[in-house]
């Protein structure tokens, strides 16, 4: 008499699940943890931008100024770690602080920009001009968010852009200078 065996549903899951969740974890949960790493840097350059500017526009001299910029991105080296994010090879700091002049007497003239190294003595700061000149602090923020977790190991993911390698972020902000007297102190 010939006996045969019946196999159990239950265990042939039970055998899938591992390879199953093995690809699930490298198809969404990893890409989409990445994701949200990409936005935390994002958020992360925003923000050094705005404060930036902020700080920037409440100082009295030019000096100050770089001073304040300087202080508050020091003050985000936690988030910039968190995020995972380091300078591009354009700016070395990281943060860039211009000041940028729009006249306001009619016409479309292009605007004047005005950037480090020193700017001292090149801005006009005399009585008919700061009556007829607007200036603006121009912050520019540019990072390389370094994906969380690194896949250029793998040739599939090695050039996609926050995955395999990093992706630059760059952010501009601007707040009007509060005392264009002192900008060239």
């Not at 239950?10 to 949200?36: K, Y």
């Not at 700091?93 to 306001?104: D, E, F, H």
């Amino acid at each position: 008499m010939l006996t045969t065996f019946r196999r159990k549903k239950r265990g042939s899951s039970l055998a899938e699940f591992g390879p199953a969740m093995w690809v699930f974890l490298m198809v969404i949960i990893i890409p989409l943890i990445d994701l949200f790493s990409f936005m935390w840097g994002v958020g992360t350059v925003m923000l050094a931008s705005n404060l930036c500017a902020s700080k920037a526009a409440g100082s009295r001299t030019y000096s100050e100024a770089i001073k304040a910029v300087n202080e508050v991105e020091d003050n985000l080296a936690g988030f910039r770690g968190f995020a995972k994010l380091s300078p591009t090879d354009k700016s070395p700091r990281g943060v860039k602080l211009q000041v940028i002049a729009n006249s306001t007497s009619g016409g479309p003239g292009a605007p004047t920009v005005y950037a480090p190294p020193p700017v001292a003595d090149k801005i006009p700061t005399d009585r008919a001009t700061l009556d007829t000149t607007l200036y603006h602090y121009h912050v520019t923020a540019a990072y390389d968010v370094q994906p969380l977790f690194n896949f250029s190991g793998m040739e599939i993911f090695s050039k996609v852009p926050g995955l395999g390698m990093p992706v630059p972020v760059v952010y501009t902000s601007s707040s009007i200078v509060e005392h264009p007297d002192g900008l060239n102190d």
